[in-house]
Every structure is written in structure tokens, then in C-alpha cells.
């Protein structure tokens, strides 16, 4: 059984020793990055002017999810896990948590409409691993997701009616061209897809908590009650 999480992937970092790009070929090139070792490798970004600018820019898929596992560090400020922009800020979309521990998604188009924000109502206020993920299903509100656990959204304001911008500048860890409100903390299993992942893809990326790595492999489910049974995890 090949796994559905190959379907609709754009790129995918597992960040356990390097930024290569195990899904797409999108390598970046690190400022300020530091990496532990495999089995519990991971990225350490310094919250200051850590970043991986990618070969090339990610537009704003139609249907998107974005996916992490995170450990924020102490008194982290606004940290962007992924984020496209051009130098201005004029074009842009960005996956965050926010500095009070709220996760936000945000983007807006040059010329066209206001910008258009999401934030949790959910506060992650530890520095423990958090498995974080965002959907978006075409102009739909977007789904955000802590610990394979659906929470409570607001919408700030602006228009999900206009278009969705084009790629700028993308960066793991910053504001993509922008290369602002760098991620404090680690990073690990960071993917983005042009689809909204299925329950059973959310329980598979989840992986019981461990996060999932590249290469996938399909974890076994109970058809009864559609709840992950773990295999060996790979972290």
C-alpha cells in the first residue's frame, strides 16, 4: 500500500540533518541553522536571523496544507514556520505562531483587496513538541490543526474572496523575501501540499505524536474506529 500523503506534495523537509527537499528537489540555502543528529535530529532556528531560502518561490496552492512539528523555545517571539513574500510585503502568505502562542495564517495579493488573517483561539505556551497543521480549501475558512486536534478559529478581517498570490519568495523559518520573524525554536517534518489531508492522512503524518518523516510509509488503521495504530515510528 503506497501512502496518499505522495499525492498533492509539493515539498517536503525533514530537517533531521540537512535541507534537502525529500518531496520536491527544493533545497535552500541556510543562514544561522544548526542541526542535531539523527534519530532525534531536528533544525534549531535562533528566532533572530535563522532562515532556509529556498531554491525556488512556492506560489499559494488553491487548496493547501502546511504541516510541522515545532518546539518553540523560551520567550519566542512571532516565528514563521513557512512564509512567501516579496521584499515590500505586498504579496505574501504565512504560517506562524504568533509571539502570545497562537497559530496564524495570513495572505494578500498586491492591488487586490485587504489582507486576509486566521488565528487559533488555542495558545501554545510550552516548549514541548507539537505536531501543527493548516488547511485551506479553496476561498473556505482555514483549518488549523494542534496535536491532530481540530481548534477553535478566528478570522481577523479582510476578503478570502480575492486571488491567492503568486510565488515571490519562499523561506522556512522567515518571512520569506522579506526574511522577518524568524522561527525561535526547532524545526522538523515540515511539508507543504496542494490538497487538504484526509483524516486518515492527518492520523498518518501524526504518527502518535512522532511526527512523520520522508520516506512515507502507511501506518495501520482500525476500520471501526478510523484511529491510528503506530508501527515503528520513525523520528
Do not use: C
Not at 512571532?78 to 513574500?85: A, M, R, T, W
Not at 502570545?100 to 486566521?118: E, H, I, M, P, T
Not at 505536531?131 to 478570502?160: C, E, H, M, R, W
Not at 496542494?194 to 486518515?200: A, C, F, I, W, Y
Request: aromatic share 10%; net charge neutral; hydrophobic share 45%.
Amino acid at each position: 500500500m503506497v501512502s496518499t500523503l505522495l499525492t498533492g506534495l509539493i515539498s517536503f523537509w525533514n530537517l533531521t540533518a540537512n535541507n534537502t527537499d525529500q518531496g520536491g528537489g527544493n533545497v535552500g540555502t541556510d543562514t544561522a541553522i544548526s542541526y542535531t543528529t539523527p534519530v532525534l535530529g531536528r533544525a534549531n532556528l535562533d528566532g533572530a536571523t535563522s532562515k532556509i531560502v529556498l531554491t525556488t518561490a512556492i506560489a499559494m496552492p488553491a487548496d493547501l496544507t502546511i504541516v510541522a512539528l515545532i518546539k518553540m523555545a523560551a520567550g519566542f517571539g512571532n516565528s514563521i514556520v513557512f512564509g512567501d513574500s516579496d521584499v515590500s510585503a505586498a504579496s505574501w502568505y504565512i504560517f506562524r505562531v504568533s509571539s502570545d502562542g497562537r497559530l496564524f495564517f495570513g495572505w494578500a495579493k498586491s492591488g487586490v483587496g485587504n489582507a486576509q488573517y486566521a488565528t487559533t483561539d488555542v495558545v501554545i505556551g510550552d516548549t514541548n513538541d507539537h505536531i501543527i497543521k493548516v488547511t485551506q480549501s479553496g476561498i473556505s475558512a482555514p483549518v488549523f490543526y494542534v496535536d491532530n486536534v481540530s481548534v477553535a478559529v478566528s478570522l481577523l478581517g479582510g476578503d478570502p474572496n480575492f486571488a491567492k498570490p503568486a510565488a515571490q519568495g519562499s523561506a522556512i523559518g522567515a518571512f520569506g523575501a522579506l526574511g522577518t520573524q524568524n522561527f525561535n525554536g526547532a524545526l522538523k517534518y515540515v511539508g507543504i501540499f496542494s490538497k487538504v489531508l484526509s483524516t486518515e492522512e492527518r492520523a498518518e503524518y501524526y504518527n502518535g505524536g512522532n511526527g512523520k518523516a520522508w520516506p512515507f510509509s502507511p501506518i495501520a488503521l482500525n476500520l471501526f474506529t478510523k484511529q491510528a495504530v503506530k508501527r515503528a515510528a520513525y523520528v
